[in-house]
């Protein structure tokens, strides 16, 4: 009798010291979502309580970082400007991968640092981490790592591709829109700053209005159109800048206009034709694949009687 009410004793200390236990915690949690939630509190404390997360920290010192690197890498670029009157040379390794995220559409401001830190820290990183926890085995820790690389680099390729055919079906545009231009009397320098009216898709459109901008602020062609090659990766823009190149310097393009708009619209007539014919496809595709679908469907359950039927025969 003794033992079980110990027991019993025992069992109710317990749910008390847990029930007790939950209600700090619940205290302690309450007490911290005030900090966030109780309006009144927090104009009280008047940006006392906001405390930077390690995660925050860390990634405010890394932008630190790379905008100080960035701003020494002007001031070297400056001096040799000044001292030697050459221009840079911008075939370094982190300018190879800004071009290549330039021109694959990630344009933002540490768009070359994150590739270059997937690239050469994620996925060595990945290769460790699955080298520790498979060891002595290495080949799951290469399949990783070079599944995670396929990965980055066929999103990249696959945006660059899209890029280069969206130009490749709207450039046509652009020659019409010059040729028409420079056919009724307006200067080509005059087509060029106004350009970027007849894009359509945003992202030429911020191609063209750079364009524009900079040729506005310069005044020089070269560096306008490498401005332009750097948003593409593609032949037809090289034939666009020749073009336009050509038009500011001599200030009459317009056969060498009319000819490539030629040329263009018929690219895009067979882009689209190649799209309908590839639609028409895919369309008797998924149609036969749904009529296969439904014949098994039916097909199966006559088969499965059929059989059934036959083997009650023979078994009578």
């Not at 997360?53 to 990634?59: E, F, G, L, P, Q």
């Not at 060595?124 to 290469?142: E, G, W």
């Not at 014919?277 to 036969?288: E, G, H, L, M, N």
Request: net charge positive; aromatic share 12%.
């Amino acid at each position: 009798m003794s033992d079980a009410v110990l027991v019993i004793y025992s069992r109710n200390v317990i749910q008390v010291l847990l029930i007790f236990t939950n209600i700090i915690l619940a205290n302690l949690i309450y007490g911290k979502l005030r900090l966030y939630f109780d309006r009144p509190l927090i104009e009280a404390a008047g940006g006392r309580s906001n405390k930077i997360s390690i995660y925050k920290r860390c990634a405010r010192f890394v932008r630190q970082s790379i905008a100080e690197h960035r701003k020494s890498r002007n001031n070297i670029r400056i001096y040799k400007l000044w001292t030697d009157n050459i221009r840079p040379d911008r075939s370094g390794f982190y300018e190879k991968a800004k071009a290549k995220m330039n021109k694959a559409g990630y344009r933002g401001k540490y768009a070359a640092e994150t590739y270059l830190f997937l690239k050469y820290f994620v996925i060595p990183s990945i290769f460790i981490l699955a080298l520790v926890l498979n060891y002595p085995d290495i080949s799951k820790s290469v399949l990783a790592s070079a599944t995670t690389w396929l990965i980055i680099e066929t999103v990249i390729r696959r945006k660059r591709k899209q890029i280069n055919l969206m130009l490749q079906k709207n450039i046509y545009k652009i020659y019409k829109f010059l040729h028409n231009q420079i056919s009724s009397g307006v200067k080509v320098t005059d087509a060029i700053k106004c350009v970027y009216e007849i894009a359509d898709d945003r992202y030429l459109r911020e191609a063209l209005v750079k364009l524009a901008a900079r040729y506005e602020l310069t005044l020089d062609i070269d560096t306008t159109l490498d401005e332009l090659k750097s948003f593409f990766d593609v032949q037809e823009i090289e034939t666009l800048c020749i073009v336009l190149k050509q038009g500011v310097l001599t200030g009459d393009n317009q056969e060498i206009l009319a000819r490539q708009e030629e040329v263009m619209f018929k690219k895009y007539f067979n882009y689209i034709q190649a799209e309908t014919d590839s639609c028409k496809a895919r369309c008797v595709a998924a149609a036969a694949l749904f009529v296969a679908i439904i014949v098994v469907m039916i097909s199966v359950p006559l088969f499965i009687d059929a059989a059934n039927a036959l083997g009650k025969i023979f078994m009578n």
